[in-house]
Nanobody, 112 residues
Framework: QLQASGGGLVQPGGSLRLSCAAS????????MGWYRQAPGKQRELVAA???????NYADSVKGRFAISRDNAKDTVYLQMNSLKPEDTAVYYC????????WGQGTQVTVSS
């Protein structure tokens, strides 16, 4: 089970940090990351990190977002800086092993 948190309302240019806490050890989970879905749009990959530390970002967030994982806390983080209105979406964390497990989603709204 994955529990996402940290969403909220922030002004353009602001920052938020999302957390995704797992109910089991994430040490052996190959890939964890974040997708987002804006109203009327398809879900898109935002960032992913493997257990070896390889990271992948969507072009739209490169240089602004940073993903990390803390195996000791069984948590994956998404630090989001320089937020833009187009970052507004529901953000979902996921874990990929033999199957994909999804968190419940957390709303991020960027608006003045």
């Amino acid at each position: 089970q994955l529990q996402a948190s940290g969403g909220g309302l922030v002004q353009p240019g602001g920052s938020l940090r999302l957390s995704c806490a797992a109910s089991v050890s994430i040490f052996s989970i190959n890939t964890m990351g974040w997708y987002r879905q804006a109203p009327g749009k398809q879900r898109e990959l935002v960032a992913a990190i493997t257990k070896s530390g390889s990271i992948n970002y969507a072009d739209s967030v490169k240089g602004r977002f940073a993903i990390s994982r803390d195996n000791a806390k069984d948590t994956v983080y998404l630090q989001m800086n320089s937020l833009k209105p187009e970052d507004t979406a529901v953000y979902y964390c996921y874990a990929r092993t033999a199957v994909v497990v999804w968190g419940q989603g957390t709303q991020v709204t960027v608006s003045s």
